[in-house]
């Protein structure tokens, strides 16, 4: 792991940044816990969301990163709804989700491939196939006959096919995804 | 009617029936819809969990193309995810001049961010849709008792939507009432399907497809409704999953509530895909539609 995580300056500085980011005042939170309260994924999650907050607030940045939590949020923004301070928690949640990934550090190994290779999938054809999306994630996860069992009825039924569906200028969303890295490289210079 | 048409990824694959019923619609009610001509995929959730600048350009080249058509036109979105993703790049862009102006350098084309991102509740909602589908209906699904289930992204966030109710949305109730179906009153309008954590998190996620499905039937509704290729993916292929690795009997087919429209049209089964559901959709409809003396 990496070791600026346990110097709490550094890492109350990295709650900072990743506060900032999200337009979230960090002193803000009651820790009244509606946003725990509501989230469809907390059965499955080792850090709450009102935790998330919390561990934040007091520079405890290795534990969040390191949690199942920031890689099972489903960003379906019920906590911030009911939340009575109006906390982005998603997008704090989505800040910490990019640092680890950043250092490697993968809650969620599956997530994080599903994400990836929609974007390869993306920068190849410009549109998303569903059929090389679900057959790559399969192989790379090792999860080989997950949701075969539904394969025959989307066939059967033309559903999916073997044709691929693409943007024809592939090429141009391609360049568009290489400057909009470049973009976003250049906003988080910024922030630092 | 008219608008520029952003289809999405999904309504070749998962959500035929989706674009079958629409397109069925269209042609009774004489809707227009222009597909913008070379779009590319809007970059759905997985863009915007690994990059910001990213979740908002792939958007905008499409928005940009609808631009160029030179058609004026607001843009019709039917997916709730590809909606969220193209209605926050409008908002950055109208609030945020230099960000507009970075996201024309990323698409390598002009962008004003006139145009407005409407789904399809929103615009089936409007009075001339209403009066117009309902000239055209001639069947009935009287009594026919539905759970109308928006999901998250066509309600939150409300900055973005504009919805009038994130807890108890009440448009699609007032559309599927036109077919005579009777939407019950019940509490799981607006929360989480799971998205793609369906796939990536199965274990996490399948338990929010069954509270959904579980309080849908035990506030006696007969079938879901929903205006989202992957909601109603997620919950038509998933009931049978979990009925079978759970001994539970539920048995809500899932529409979407353009396929209930399309039906009191006239349209066959065929027509729109009823067959292509993985929960058995055909029977329910039928029953409804031989009450009513079709
Ligand atoms: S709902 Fe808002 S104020 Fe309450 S604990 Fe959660 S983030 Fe903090
Ligand atoms: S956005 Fe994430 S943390 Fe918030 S309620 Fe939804 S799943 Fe939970």
């Known amino acids: 792991m990496d070791r600026c995580l346990n110097n709490r300056e550094n890492a109350k500085a990295l709650a900072a940044r990743i506060a900032k980011d999200a337009g979230v005042d960090l002193q803000d939170c009651y820790q009244c816990g509606k946003c725990s309260g509501g989230c469809p994924m907390a059965g499955d999650m080792d850090l709450m969301p009102r935790q998330i907050i919390q561990y934040m607030r007091l520079g405890l940045m290795g534990d969040v990163l390191r949690s199942k939590s920031i890689w099972l949020c489903a960003a379906c923004h019920t906590c911030v709804d009911r939340c009575p301070h109006d906390i982005n928690l998603p997008g704090l949640i989505e800040g910490a989700r990019m640092e680890a990934k950043r250092r490697g550090m993968i809650g969620v190994k599956e997530v994080d491939k599903f994400t990836d290779i929609f974007l390869e999938n993306v920068k190849m054809f410009g549109k998303n196939q569903e059929v090389v999306l679900e057959g790559l994630y399969n192989v790379t996860t090792g999860h080989l006959m997950q949701d075969m069992v539904n394969v025959p009825h989307m066939l059967k039924h033309k559903i999916v096919g073997p044709e691929l569906n693409t943007t024809k200028q592939a090429a141009e969303v391609k360049e568009l995804m290489l400057r909009a890295q470049a973009a976003e490289n250049e906003r988080k210079r910024g922030e630092q | ?294």
């Open chain 2, 1 to 294: 009617m008219q608008f520029s048409y952003y289809p999405g990824c999904s309504m070749d694959t998962t959500g035929i029936t989706y674009k079958l019923s629409i397109e069925y619609i269209c042609s009774k009610i004489g809707l227009v819809l222009h597909e913008i001509p070379d779009w590319n995929c809007c970059g759905a959730t997985a863009a915007h969990s690994k990059n910001k600048m990213l979740a908002l350009a792939l958007p905008a080249r499409n928005l940009a193309q609808a631009e160029e058509e030179g058609l004026d036109l607001d843009v019709a979105v039917p997916c709730a995810s590809c909606y969220s993703r193209m209605k926050h790049t409008v908002v950055a862009a109208r609030q945020d001049e230099n960000m507009r102006r970075k996201l024309e350098e990323i698409i390598g084309m002009p962008y004003k961010a006139k145009a407005d991102v409407l789904n399809f509740l929103e615009i089936f909602s409007r009075p001339e849709m209403k009066r117009a589908c309902q000239e055209k209906m001639y069947r009935t699904l009287k009594g026919m008792k539905v759970a109308c289930y928006y999901g998250c992204l066509t309600s939150r966030p409300v900055e973005v939507t504009g919805a009038s109710s994130t807890e108890n949305p009440m448009e699609m109730d007032e559309i599927v009432a036109l077919t005579g179906a009777e939407p019950v009153e019940w509490d799981f309008k607006t929360e989480c399907c799971g998205a793609s954590h369906q796939v990536d998190a199965p274990k996490a996620a399948r338990p929010l497809i069954e509270r959904i499905i579980r309080n849908a039937k035990a506030n006696k509704a007969q079938a879901i409704i929903t205006a989202c290729p992957l909601c109603n993916l997620n919950l038509d292929m998933r009931e049978g999953e979990i009925n079978k690795a759970k001994g539970t009997r539920y048995d809500l087919p899932v529409y979407q509530f353009t396929e209930l429209l399309a039906v009191c049209m006239g349209a066959g089964a065929k027509d729109i895909g009823i067959h292509k559901h993985f929960f058995p959709a055909f029977d329910l409809l039928n029953e409804y539609l031989r009450k009513a003396g079709d």
